[in-house]
């Protein structure tokens, strides 16, 4: 029945659309102003019909309001977040840019971070990796475990080309003992925690570089004391409990938070995803101020001869970082993420290790250099490879 008043209805209409304009009677029915035609039989004999169909149009008028409105305010709202989603992109992409501008002032101004102390700046560090926690699942973890080799190349490059690069350029730039132990300290310590940040803006892999972090941190606990004595001739002592304890807190804990949030309230990260990056940048920008703060007088007291070896080691650790991988069969993800691990060394603790155990002071001057130039080298890798796209499959 309802199949036939249909067409009964259709077909009524079509013709009526098609006949002369002295057949049409005008009905006007009560919707604004507006005035409908109808064919006059249908119009004189059919109240009943013309009642339902206003009633019909007045309740449709009525939705259609209602979902304009609510599209006007999804579209304002929607306005709103795609403004700051490319706000928040082009400050991402600035990073290197904010690391220049937070590192001269701490040059210039050095007590404006004085503020920033060690408590903070275990916060920040802590909030750094939060921030990349959230970005992840425990899925992301055992895929990364069931391909150890990763790890173990990464770990080779920092505990193998880096140590011997850093030796190297300092002998070619003819630095004298002191410089020297200081770089060959910078090229035997661990992974810096802002890898993981750089690793999320260069599209590589966060797990895998979370892993490399903490694998190097452990490491660092005989790596680092061994490289300095095979080198160097000079034990350098390092509190192992107190590198695990700190390693525990600043690395791990935020990562488990994390991913527990990820995990339990899936709707509430997806809600402060877009944060992520702003937050990371904003730790790492007070983190590298921070530590530039702390030995002003040294950075800018170092001349090229010592500013240009340490460019040097983090750019062409970065580069090799990248490419040995790449040649040996690993993808462009993880040569990315290694390349970033390997370039970007935790330059504040070489600064704290030459400072307790080394007698000569000047020994501490290249970690203090370093702080910058790895941030620098970091984030500029980052931002290059951000805007190069990765196959499907690697």
């Not at 899925?139 to 690069?165: K, R, T």
């Not at 203090?368 to 290059?384: E, Q």
């Amino acid at each position: 029945m309802r199949v036939q008043t249909a067409a009964f209805l259709l077909i009524t209409s079509t013709a009526y659309g098609f006949a002369p304009a002295a057949v049409r009677t005008p009905v006007i029915h009560n919707i604004g102003n507006a005035v409908s035609f109808q064919p006059a039989a249908l119009a004189l004999s059919d109240k009943r019909r013309s009642t339902v169909s206003m009633d019909m149009a007045k309740s449709s008028t009525m939705q259609m309001s209602s979902e304009a409105a609510d599209s006007g305010e999804k579209s304002l709202g929607s306005k709103i977040f795609d403004m700051y989603t490319k706000t928040a992109n082009v400050a991402t992409t600035l990073f290197p840019l904010w690391t220049v501008l937070f590192t001269a002032l701490a040059l210039k101004r050095p007590s404006t971070f004085d503020f920033f102390t060690t408590e903070y700046f275990t916060a920040a560090l802590a909030a750094l990796m939060l921030s990349m926690g959230i970005t992840l699942t425990p899925d992301d973890f055992v895929a990364v475990a069931s391909e150890p080799s990763s790890v173990l190349m990464q770990f080779a490059l920092c505990y193998g080309m880096m140590p011997a690069l850093a030796f190297g350029l300092g002998r070619a730039f003819g630095l004298d003992a002191g410089l020297l132990a200081g770089m060959v300290l910078v090229g035997s310590i661990n992974g810096g925690q802002a890898s993981n940040l750089c690793t999320y803006i260069a599209k590589g892999n966060v797990a895998l570089s979370v892993l490399m972090t903490t694998a190097t941190t452990v490491g660092a606990i005989f790596m680092t004391p061994f490289l300095c004595k095979t080198m160097l001739g000079t034990v350098v002592p390092v509190d192992a409990a107190g590198i695990a304890k700190s390693t525990c807190q600043v690395v791990l804990a935020p990562i488990a938070i994390g991913m527990s949030a990820n995990k339990f309230f899936p709707k509430f990260v997806k809600a402060i995803l877009p944060f992520a990056p702003v937050v990371g940048v904003v730790s790492t920008c007070l983190l590298v101020a921070s530590a530039v703060a702390q030995v002003a007088e040294p950075i800018l007291n170092a001349g090229i001869s010592l500013q240009l070896p340490v460019l040097l080691l983090h750019l062409i650790g970065g580069l090799v970082g990248y490419w040995l991988p790449k040649l040996t069969g690993f993808g462009e993800v993880k040569s990315r993420t290694m390349a970033i691990e390997t370039s970007m060394k935790s330059s504040a603790f070489g600064f704290l290790l030459a400072k307790l155990h080394f007698g000569d002071y000047i020994a501490r001057v290249p970690s203090a250099v370093s702080v910058v130039w790895m941030a620098l080298t970091g984030s500029f890798l980052a931002v290059v490879w951000r805007y190069i796209p990765v196959k499907d499959g690697e």
